[in-house]
Each structure stands twice: as C-alpha cells, then as structure tokens.
T-cell receptor, first 115, second 114 residues
Framework: AQTVTQSQPEMSVQEAETVTLSCTYD???????LFWYKQPPSRQMILVIR??????QNATENRFSVNFQKAAKSFSLKISDSQLGDTAMYFC????????????FGTGTRLKVLA | EAQVTQNPRYLITVTGKKLTVTCSQN?????MSWYRQDPGLGLRQIYY???????DKGDVPEGYKVSRKEKRNFPLILESPSPNQTSLYFC?????????????FGPGTRLTVL
C-alpha cells in the first residue's frame, strides 16, 4: 500500500522563529498531488499548501513554503515567522501516489508555538 | 456559501443499532469521500466516490456502506455499529480533473458506540 510518513509526532517552536515539518511518501507514479492540511483545536481541516508533482517550483503561500524533492520522495513544510495561531495538528497528504483515486494522509505532527 | 455539511455533529449509540451520517456539498464537486480520524493514526479513507453511482473502497471500508445517488449527497451507513467504530468522521469533497484535488471538509461527526 502506498504510504505517507510523518516521523515527528510533536514539535514546538518559539513565536517568530522558523520550523520545518517533515513528510516522506511512497510512489511509483509520475504525476500526483501533495498537500499540507492544518487542524486547529476546532477540529476543522484547512488546506495550508498544495504541490503538483510535475511542477519543479516549490509552492509558497505567504509564511508557508514547501521543499519538494521528487527523487527523494520528500515534501517538507516550512513555517516562517511562527505565530501562536499556527498551533495545530499538521497532516501531510497525497493524491494519485497509489495510481488510484485514493487520498492518503500521514499520521500528523502536533505543532505548538510558544510565546 | 460554499460548504460541506454533515449531520449529526455528535452521536452516541449502542452496538448493533443501524445509523446513517449524512453529507452534502454545494460546490458541484465530482469527488466525495469519508475519513475516520483516530489518535496516532491520522485520517484514514473509508470510501470515496468519483461521481454518481461510482464508489470505491478506501483503506478501511469494513463495517461501512455508502451510496451516491445524487451528486451533492454521500451518506455513510453503519448497519451494525461496533465499539471499534467509535471515532471522529469527516466527509470531504473536491474537484477531480485527473486525481482528486484539495479536499473541502465538513465539520466532523463525533461518533461513540457503546
């Protein structure tokens, strides 16, 4: 089965600092999507950033950026200038990596931003 | 407002009592899906649907049923719930030009099976 692996169950960062969350995935496909979702204490799932595998340029969204290494099957999320509101569970996810229409999530990284 | 709605938001039931969790989206999305979230396991896909009358199993389909008779609705049916189905459930929808894209999630349904 195709997998998405997040090896950091918990992380913390000081407010205004930078933190990187790791994600690796398994696939033999060439075209697929990768995502980072945020789940704050409200439990609502919110898209943070999205990457299309055929695009070499790393996606960015304001303070959020990714380091997409296709050959290494790595997709890390960098949060710059961390804010208290970034405290949440972060999930890495993939679509198309299994060659089917399944959507696969990692187990999540709980991030705490410290004041 | 574009949204995915789920009902009920909270449900406590007993083993073996059939239940249905409804899901509806107003964005005309082709793709709809159900996930369960358990501590330490992330979100796991139960079933998904690429379009009306087209459904397929995700990674944890045992004990669940779905149907897609209309594009906007995708109910999740537990015909004989068991305690191991106690979980937080999310419905989601998306475009799917090729593979399913960004998932738009409902607010979640907290299910407890006693």
């Amino acid at each position: 089965a195709q997998t998405v692996t997040q090896s950091q169950p918990e992380m913390s960062v000081q407010e205004a600092e930078t933190v990187t969350l790791s994600c690796t995935y398994d696939t033999s496909e060439n075209n697929y999507y990768l995502f980072w979702y945020k789940q704050p204490p409200s439990r609502q799932m919110i898209l943070v950033i999205r990457q299309e595998a055929y695009k070499q340029q790393n996606a960015t969204e304001n303070r959020f950026s990714v380091n997409f290494q296709k050959a290494a099957k790595s997709f890390s999320l960098k949060i710059s200038d961390s804010q208290l509101g970034d405290t949440a569970m972060y999930f890495c996810a993939s679509s198309g990596t299994s060659g089917t229409y399944k959507y696969i999530f990692g187990t999540g990284t709980r991030l705490k931003v410290l004041a | 407002e574009a949204q995915v709605t789920q009902n009920p938001r909270y449900l406590i039931t007993v083993t073996g009592k059939k239940l249905t969790v409804t899901c509806s989206q107003n964005m005309n999305h082709e793709y709809m899906s159900w996930y369960r979230q358990d501590p330490g396991l992330g979100l796991r896909q139960i079933y998904y649907s690429m379009n009306v009358e087209v459904t397929d199993k995700g990674d944890v389909p045992e004990g669940y049923k779905v149907s897609r008779k209309e594009k906007r609705n995708f109910p999740l049916i537990l015909e004989s719930p068991s305690p191991n189905q106690t979980s937080l459930y999310f419905c989601a929808s998306s475009w799917a030009l090729g593979y399913p894209d960004t998932q738009y999630f409902g607010p979640g349904t907290r299910l407890t099976v006693l």
